[in-house]
């Protein structure tokens, strides 16, 4: 097999061959021989054992991190131009429900599962009337259950309502109950004759249940109001509802790891390639042309450019997002810029880093932890819960949003950045401010 080992060994290592074919036609040629093969075996076991573990998600992660590492020591800036168009920003509206022509249908996705489980009820197949959705901020609770509402619309009465923030003690809890359901409810007698009355079965649809209460002395009673509701035998109505995870987490560790008794489906983070597909797909709907970057190329691609350099670009952002779709989306919008008409330019992300956190006071800390923990609170909400004076909140907060960590919304309520909140989250799980 001499011939057969000296061409395997050239188009495996071309450069090193040159070098060595001389010495191999000499006398020592022989000896060299066993030495080219076991180079031969070695380099496709690597390959072989690489191709492996390049599949694995841990292993994604940590070349993402390199990659990350990588870029950001480039030697050379990435070139930027002038901000996208408002026409290709509209596609990649990070807080909207995603509609039919960008929604990604995932394989086993929770939506399938829960269409199914409310299916089987509605049949009269199963006698299970409460499920509970849990997803960190950005992991798409809401699409989900526009995508479950739609699903089983035709086969069943829907109503949809998020809870508006915060509904905290009883007169506002009925309030909003009656908001939902049509019809004046004030109690739980209300609530059983409402069901009574049905001649149709009823699926409820409710988003952001985590506003249903505050960390403080008293404000669990609208909570608990409702998980009263919910946990009736009704004849003809159903709950599906959607919490934040850390909010769920939080909620647990005070009442109980059993004081919700339903169905529970968590949202689990998005592949790489599902992360790639969803913003190709918005992509394409605008009709843009898009380059990479040469840093990209250079510090992503290795030799080779093109489609590699494009699917390393989205496995950076799919492991600096940990698979959550909205802050993939954030972090592609950070890393675009239009050089010219119906054209884009893909340069570096704009990462957060660790440090942002670690500078700041435990004041700070406790403020980002009460934030976790909610969603969302006012500056006022953020005094009653942490009892931290009004003057250190304010400073503390603009330090946070100087660092692009949080952002107030059109009612003023303070959120954490989807593109800054794992790493908000591990480090205050680290320093034991929030529990998994």
């Not at 939902?180 to 952001?208: A, E, Y």
């Not at 169905?263 to 998005?270: E, S």
């Amino acid at each position: 097999w001499r011939n057969e080992i000296c061409t395997a060994f050239s188009h495996r290592f071309s450069q090193l061959w040159m070098k060595l074919q001389p010495l191999y036609k000499s006398k020592v040629g022989i000896v060299l021989l066993p030495v080219l093969f076991m180079a031969i075996v070695i380099n496709d076991i690597v390959k072989l054992v690489s191709a492996y573990l390049v599949r694995i998600d841990l292993v994604k992660r940590l070349l993402s991190e390199v990659l990350r590492k990588r870029l950001e020591r480039a030697e050379k800036e990435s070139v930027t131009y002038g901000p996208p168009p408002a026409d290709y920003l509209s596609s990649f509206d990070y807080y909207l429900s995603a509609s039919d022509e960008i929604y990604i249908e995932r394989d086993g996705s929770v939506s399938q599962n829960a269409t199914i489980s409310i299916e089987d009820w509605v049949n009269a197949k199963s006698s299970d009337d409460l499920m509970l959705i849990v997803g960190n901020r950005g992991m798409g609770k809401t699409t989900t259950l526009n995508r479950i509402c739609k699903n089983i619309s035709k086969l069943s009465d829907t109503k949809s309502k998020r809870v508006h923030a915060k509904v905290a003690n009883s007169e506002d809890f009925y309030s909003w109950l009656s908001d939902l359901l049509g019809t004046p409810v004030s109690s739980v007698n209300d609530f059983k004759n409402f069901d009574k009355s049905l001649n149709k079965k009823l699926v409820c649809f409710v988003d952001d249940i985590q506003n249903l209460f505050l960390s403080i002395v008293g404000g669990f009673e609208a909570y608990k109001l409702f998980l009263e509701i919910v946990s009736l035998k009704t004849k003809n109505i159903y709950w599906c509802l959607a919490v934040n995870s850390r909010s769920w987490s939080y909620l647990k560790g005070v009442l109980g790891e059993e004081h919700f008794y339903g169905k529970v489906l968590h949202l689990q983070q998005w592949k790489d390639y599902e992360i790639q597909k969803l913003i190709l797909v918005r992509h394409e709907q605008t009709k843009f042309k898009r380059t990479f970057d040469e840093s990209i190329k250079a510090y992503g691609a290795g030799e080779r450019i093109g489609q590699q350099a494009e699917g390393q670009f989205f496995r950076l952002l799919w492991g600096q997002s940990r698979g959550n779709p909205r802050s993939a989306l954030m972090y592609w919008i950070s890393a675009i810029s239009s050089p010219q008409e119906k054209q884009i330019h893909v340069g570096i992300p704009l990462f957060i880093g660790s440090g942002l956190v670690a500078t700041m006071s435990d004041d700070a800390l406790f403020l980002l932890a009460a934030i976790a923990r909610h969603d969302s609170l006012t500056k006022d909400e953020l005094k009653k819960i942490t009892d931290i004076n009004d003057i250190v909140i304010r400073k503390c907060l603009k330090e946070a949003e100087d660092k692009n960590l949080i952002w107030s919304d059109a009612e003023e309520r303070v959120r954490i950045s989807s593109r800054a909140q794992y790493v908000i989250d591990y480090f205050l799980i680290g320093k034991n401010f929030l529990y998994e």
